[in-house]
T-cell receptor, first 111, second 110 residues
């Protein structure tokens, strides 16, 4: 039982490049979330999903897109990366929205 | 707008003493709060929670207190141990999501 996994762990992009972050969970959870963590800003919600095929905007959705084609996977896309998107990204899943289980994070640097 | 604030970015405590981490909230949608703990290079992990039917919840060395009239909660760690050094996030239940505070970095000194 791997819990929540994130791929990749590290990535360096140049401004304007695109990439997709993958989150996978093997706990059959309905809810999945993408956060970014920046110094002094805490965990800010980017997008979330309350079930397969659904997505919703969080607090800071601009510049990101998501898809939940399969229940166990939640993808976060950056179409045209900007230096302001340099951050640590965390994925989380939950059986209900309250008790969230987090992945280990992806450290992204945009030059 | 639902908000959670942790006004102390950092806290340093001597080993064996009590650590007290504070959290304030506004416009709470649901009176249910959680504390998460985060070590460097790892994801946050759930630590303890409290709902509005209680004003205190204990789990071993960790106790969370909720003061609804003051819209304030606190996490007490007694006694503090070196392994407690981490960033602690307070969170409030929202609609289908959690709203997190900025976090407090706790350092336990030997």
């Amino acid at each position: 039982n791997a819990g929540v996994t994130q791929t990749p762990k590290f990535r360096v992009l140049k401004t304007g490049q695109s990439m997709t972050l993958l989150c996978a969970q093997d706990m059959n959870h309905e809810y999945m979330y993408w956060y970014r963590q920046d110094p002094g800003m805490g965990l800010r919600l980017i997008h979330y999903s309350v079930g397969e095929g659904t997505t919703a905007k969080g607090e800071v959705p601009d510049g990101y897109n998501v898809s939940r084609l399969k229940k166990q996977n939640f993808l976060l896309g950056l179409e045209s990366a900007a230096p302001s998107q340099t951050s640590v990204y965390f994925c989380a899943s939950a059986p209900v929205s309250i008790r969230q289980f987090f992945g280990p994070g992806t450290r992204l640097t945009v030059l | 707008d639902q908000q959670v604030k942790q006004n102390s970015p950092s806290l340093s405590v001597q080993e064996g003493r009590i650590s007290i981490l504070n959290c304030d909230y506004t416009n709470s949608m649901f009176d249910y709060f959680l504390w998460y703990k985060k070590y460097p290079a790892e994801g946050p992990t759930f630590l303890i929670s409290i709902s509005s039917i209680k004003d205190k919840n204990e789990d071993g060395r960790f106790t969370v207190f909720l003061n609804k009239s003051a819209k304030h909660l606190s996490l007490h760690i007694v006694p503090s141990q070196p392994g407690d050094s981490a960033v602690y996030f307070c969170a409030n239940q929202g609609a289908q999501k959690l709203v997190f505070g900025q976090g407090t970095r706790l350092t336990i000194n030997p």
